[in-house]
């Protein structure tokens, strides 16, 4: 009987960037099966990601537990989940890398056990890039995710295409959709004022002259048009990371210029940002689908191009890709009803029934008598013997999934005097992340 026919159910979420967090903590309401009370613990995997006090508030979903731990010592906390403890849901909120870690590791951990978890992954928002290599990454797991019926398709096709098995692909829809619809530009009581605001991306674009462009554009549009508010919505405050590296922050950038009076910078949830909304601009940001569910107007920016390194080139035939040139002079975009209909948006109604298969499928799951079978990725030492010890190896994992001498908390758990030092290496190790390393980079390109 599945733990959670007689308790709460119980979800763990292993998340390394404060969006993977936001996606990993509300895949995890949006799946679990039937309406029971859930207990979630979540766990951050350390790294020059991993979210800071200040983001994880931003993100605004709450967990029973919440610590940050490396993957050696999330390996021995599923180890150590058993009876009342043990886990009904385990979802892996990481880049590829990571997932194929653990689920080797969590193979190795739950080789001789009858019950575990069922194991859940997938993407924090549009894939384009890296398909094939992230797709089989996470192979393995028992669900993986796709949030739009075109990736469905594509991921299937990529399994298939190398001989994996597709089954655990299961087609969903971002998990953090929702809001108000849209209500209609302000009227003339002056209750507010029009809003512009363009959602920034950590590392796209990534040039200096690219992005100091875009912040002239917006700050132009501002001048143009005086009666507007125009935001520039960021995602990260200077010396902090999400799931991308950011080496030139747009507030570094906005102290060289001379915005007018209309012109902000915000931080804060997207979705209450995207509440007082007229205008969405974008390069490629998740933000794009998120504002065309409300039906705000969003405009994908083709200035720089329609290009892969961009992820812009995914929103060909939306009907949303104009220049700034176009926005200055009054256009508002019209989507495609068909391109959004395939991208899991769910604009016009069924957002609450996209989650229905997967519930089903982990239902099913947790009712299968004598529990689940081994995980069993597609990347082996048979099938990539060049390729996944080096991804192990990362995470201090050999290629059975067992620690490397050395790893960290291996042993044991860190004591009081451990922790110390490691708070200290990691701030170090930060500095060096977002300071140093990108000052070097910089220099060499002179």
């Not at 995890?28 to 309406?35: E, I, K, L």
């Not at 875009?214 to 990371?241: C, F, N, T, W």
């Not at 949830?269 to 940001?285: A, K, P, Y």
């Not at 200035?303 to 176009?326: I, K, P, T």
Request: hydrophobic fraction near 40%; proline fraction near 7%.
């Amino acid at each position: 009987m599945p733990a959670s026919a007689t308790k709460a159910l119980r979800v763990a979420v292993l998340a390394d960037s404060d969006t993977r967090w936001k996606w990993g903590a509300l895949t995890a309401t949006r799946v679990r099966p039937g309406d029971p009370e859930i207990h979630l613990d979540g766990y951050l995997l350390r790294g020059r990601a991993t979210p800071t006090a200040r983001q994880l508030r931003e993100v605004g979903v709450s967990a029973d537990s919440l610590r940050e731990v490396t993957a050696v010592e999330f390996l021995r906390a599923m180890d150590e989940a058993r009876g009342e403890d043990s886990y009904d849901i385990l979802v892996l909120a990481l880049v590829g890398g990571g997932v194929q870690a653990m689920l080797h590791g969590l193979g190795r951990v739950w080789q001789d056990r009858a019950e575990r978890p069922v194991v859940v992954t997938g993407y924090v928002g549009v894939v384009y890039e890296k398909l094939a290599d992230g797709l089989l990454l996470r192979h393995g797991a028992d669900l993986v995710l796709a949030n739009s019926r075109q990736d469905a398709e594509r991921f299937r096709t990529v399994y298939e295409g190398v001989g994996a098995d597709a089954a655990a692909v299961t087609e969903v829809a971002l998990p953090f959709l929702g809001g108000a619809a849209y209500a209609g530009e302000p009227g003339d009581g002056g209750e507010r004022p029009y809003t512009v605001v363009f959602a920034a991306q950590p590392s796209v674009p990534d040039s200096r002259r690219d992005r100091t462009y875009l912040l002239e554009r917006l700050i132009g549009h501002a001048r143009l048009h005086p009666e507007r508010e125009v935001l520039l919505k960021l995602r990260s405050r200077p010396g902090e990371h999400t799931t991308h590296i950011e080496e030139l922050p747009y507030q570094k950038l906005v102290q060289r210029a001379d915005p007018p009076a209309n012109f902000r910078l915000v931080y804060g949830h997207m979705g209450e940002v995207l509440d007082r909304t007229d205008l969405l601009v974008t390069i490629s940001s998740t933000a794009a689908l998120e504002s065309l569910h409300r039906r705000i107007p969003t405009v994908v920016l083709s200035d720089l191009g329609v290009r892969e390194a961009l992820g812009n080139h995914h929103f060909v035939g939306s009907g949303c890709l104009a220049s700034w040139d176009r926005l200055d002079a009054g256009h508002r975009p019209a989507p495609d009803p068909e391109w959004v209909a395939r991208q899991g948006v769910a604009a016009d109604g069924g957002y609450q029934s996209a989650f229905d298969e997967a519930r089903a499928r982990i239902a099913a799951l947790l009712d299968r008598p004598g529990g689940l079978p081994p995980l069993a990725p597609y990347y082996t030492l048979a099938t990539a013997p060049g390729y996944l010890p080096g991804i192990l190896a990362r995470h201090h994992l050999a290629p059975d999934g067992t620690p490397l001498p050395g790893a960290p908390a291996a042993d044991r758990a860190p004591g009081p005097v451990r922790q110390v030092v490691r708070r200290a290496a990691r701030g170090a190790y930060r500095h060096g992340v977002q300071r140093v390393a990108p000052v070097i980079r910089r220099m060499g390109e002179l």
